[in-house]
């Protein structure tokens, strides 16, 4: 079998120390299982504007388009936020997800059974959790124009327009109601028609898609009241369709539900099944360089890039199951660990699902 090439893009802060990890689960899958895997490594980010005046190099983008797939860390810290805002860390990822049409992101909130007391919530609220949330990645306010800042009658001015047109909306809806197949059957569209324009178009491509799909129940809600629905009866919620802000928010509210934003990786896709998979969390420069960060979202978004892009779903069910054993035994990172529990590095983690894969 010929080589099965990743980009790896550590980025910033603890993306580094996560993705080292991940990494390390990538070669034990080559040497395990043969698996064929070659890791090819570039800068992006804050990393890669210290390197080389931009947070996306053009040697970067090249690697990640000729890569079969894209495993990224986390960008961005205090250390850039006086850079210009075209050359800060974060407009790598709207850089990649633009220039490669990632246009559909899956974040899974699922809550480990051992972890149900790390949650906010009552248990009983959270356990069985298992939420798919499929947010839109290249359009809507973080990509429309115009877009700025000016001076009217003598005061700054900040403007932001959101746009969608009817077949970004209807290749994002194909891909919920897809993904929705494969599970419970049921999507819960979410947007603001009672008070935006593009809510409306979206509201009624999304209903006309799902005529194409006679067994997915589709129900629609406004953002506000799902915010609400989320921490007062997330079980209630399958799959989870909306747009790029509304998804930003959605999903990492969800994050909280299941524990810790450390544990949940993500996948963003193009038409034809290419991805860049990334945990949810970003680069934590506040705990960067203390090898405390939690690897396993990292290790799962591994398990994401296995069933999505190569159709790996027997690794990807070893991968998961490992993860899963190791939190059985209590291993716990700082994040997910109870008062008095012992509480492992970022390597022991990532050794502790090494051993679990053996």
């Known amino acids: 079998m010929s080589n099965r090439v990743i980009a790896v893009l550590p980025g910033d802060g603890?993306?580094?120390?996560?993705?080292?990890?991940?990494?390390?689960?990538?070669?034990?899958?080559?040497?395990?299982?043969?698996?064929?895997?070659?890791?090819?490594?570039?800068?992006?980010?804050?990393?890669?504007?210290?390197l080389h005046g931009t947070p996306l190099?053009?040697?970067?983008?090249?690697?990640?388009?000729?890569?079969?797939?894209?495993?990224?860390?986390?960008?961005?810290?205090p250390k850039w936020e006086?850079?210009?805002r075209e050359?800060?860390?974060?407009?790598?990822?709207?850089?990649?997800?633009?220039?490669?049409?990632?246009?559909?992101?899956?974040?899974?909130?699922?809550?480990?059974?051992?972890?149900?007391?790390?949650?906010?919530?009552?248990?009983?609220?959270?356990?069985?959790?298992?939420?798919?949330?499929?947010?839109?990645?290249?359009?809507?306010?973080y990509f429309g124009g115009p877009r700025g800042i000016e001076e009217v009658d003598g005061q700054r001015r900040g403007f932001n327009t959101m746009e969608y047109t009817e077949s970004e909306i209807q290749r994002i809806a194909h891909s919920a109601f897809k993904a929705a197949m494969q599970r419970d059957k049921k999507l819960?569209?979410?947007?603001?028609?009672?008070?935006?324009?593009?809510?409306?178009?979206?509201?009624?491509?999304?209903?006309?898609?799902?005529?194409?799909y006679p067994e997915v129940e589709l129900s629609h809600m406004y953002v506000d009241n799902a915010c609400m629905q989320l921490v007062r009866a997330p079980k209630q919620f399958d799959v989870i369709l909306t747009t790029n802000m509304f998804g930003d928010i959605l999903s990492d509210a969800a994050s909280m539900l299941t524990g810790s934003i450390g544990m949940l990786p993500s996948a963003s896709l193009d038409s034809n099944g290419k991805g860049m998979y990334e945990p949810v969390h970003g680069s934590a420069p506040d705990i960067a360089g203390q090898g405390i960060a939690n690897p396993l979202a990292s290790i799962l978004s591994v398990a994401m890039l296995l069933r999505y892009?190569?159709?790996e779903n027997e690794l990807g069910d070893k991968v998961e199951s490992a993860v899963k054993r190791v939190l059985a035994n209590g291993v716990r990172t700082a994040d997910i660990?109870?008062?008095?529990?012992?509480?492992?590095?970022t390597s022991e983690m990532g050794q502790a699902v090494l051993d679990e894969l053996s």
């Not at 040697?59 to 810290?77: F, H, W």
């Open 14 to 50: 603890i993306g580094e120390e996560v993705t080292a990890q991940a990494v390390r689960v990538i070669e034990k899958l080559n040497a395990a299982f043969d698996s064929s895997f070659a890791c090819q490594h570039a800068p992006v980010g804050g990393t890669a504007y210290d």
């Open 57 to 77: 190099p053009e040697e970067t983008l090249s690697t990640a388009r000729e890569a079969d797939a894209i495993l990224l860390g986390a960008v961005g810290g």
């Open 82 to 84: 006086s850079a210009p």
């Open 87 to 141: 050359l800060r860390p974060e407009r790598a990822l709207l850089g990649l997800r633009s220039e490669m049409s990632l246009f559909s992101n899956l974040r899974p909130a699922i809550l480990f059974p051992e972890l149900a007391d790390a949650s906010t919530l009552k248990p009983e609220v959270v356990s069985g959790l298992d939420i798919m949330i499929v947010r839109e990645l290249t359009g809507g306010i």
């Open 188 to 212: 819960c569209s979410v947007d603001k028609a009672n008070v935006l324009e593009v809510s409306e178009l979206w509201r009624e491509v999304v209903t006309k898609i799902g005529s194409e």
């Open 309 to 311: 892009t190569f159709n």
């Open 337 to 345: 660990a109870n008062e008095g529990e012992t509480v492992a590095s």
